[in-house]
T-cell receptor
């Protein structure tokens, strides 16, 4: 049973606008969350992370929000750029599972010029 | 500093053949991982090694074996390949040993097709 879900397989956004990617999880023990970005024919690259003791973390154009009560996190990209076109994976982990990562299925983002 | 490297990049096997996927990291990381990625399913953990000399099963270990050869290298072996093992395989490493919250860094992947 998939514990991390990204319910939107794809997202199309105009250059310069905000991209919002969503992720839901079912395991209340998860306490560390990450977003990875993946280009075709390459491995995933780390983008940003957040610990459960925080509700927001920013890094440049990327902000991750965590809502523990709703078991929901989101990634905001502002402003979106053509180089942001990629697949984005949400991942979660917890100490009871040796911090092994559980991944969502990914959201493909296309930034239109 | 190459990060995480994987060989080969592509491989085609016939059902029943065996092969070993190689992975090496030069970041002095303690933990290493093998994942497979299938369409619509994200990445699933096959095996991991929290430190040199230890290996443990992940979510989908059946049909695979691993060897943590030393701190740098972690190989994945398919003893008798099956079409269900057609996938893209990623190796990853992280600094934390023994399962600390940490960032995993991925290699470029091996695309395997089993006919």
């Amino acid at each position: 049973d998939q514990q991390v879900k990204q319910n939107s397989p794809s997202l199309s956004v105009q250059e310069g606008r905000i991209s919002i990617l969503n992720c839901d999880y079912t395991n209340s023990m998860f306490d560390y969350f990450l977003w990875y970005k993946k280009y075709p024919a390459e491995g995933p690259t780390f983008l940003i992370s957040i610990s459960s003791i925080k509700d927001k973390n920013e890094d440049g154009r990327f902000t991750v929000f965590l809502n523990k009560s709703a078991k929901h996190l989101s990634l905001h990209i502002v402003p979106s750029q053509p180089g942001d076109s990629a697949v984005y994976f949400c991942a979660a982990s917890d100490i009871d599972n040796d911090y092994k990562l559980s991944f969502g299925a990914g959201t493909t983002v296309t930034v239109r010029a | 500093n190459a990060g995480v490297t994987q060989t080969p990049k592509f491989q085609v096997l016939k059902t029943g053949q065996s092969m070993t996927l190689q992975c090496a990291q030069d970041m002095n990381h303690n933990s290493m991982y093998w994942y497979r990625q299938d369409p619509g399913m994200g990445l699933r953990l096959i095996y991991y090694s929290a430190s040199e000399g230890t290996t443990d099963k992940g979510e989908v270990p059946n049909g695979y074996n691993v060897s943590r050869l030393n701190k740098r290298e972690f190989s994945l072996r398919l003893e008798s390949a099956a079409p269900s093992q057609t996938s893209v395989y990623f190796c990853a490493s992280s600094e934390a040993g023994g399962g600390g919250a940490d960032t995993q860094y991925f290699g470029p992947g091996t695309r395997l097709t089993v006919l």
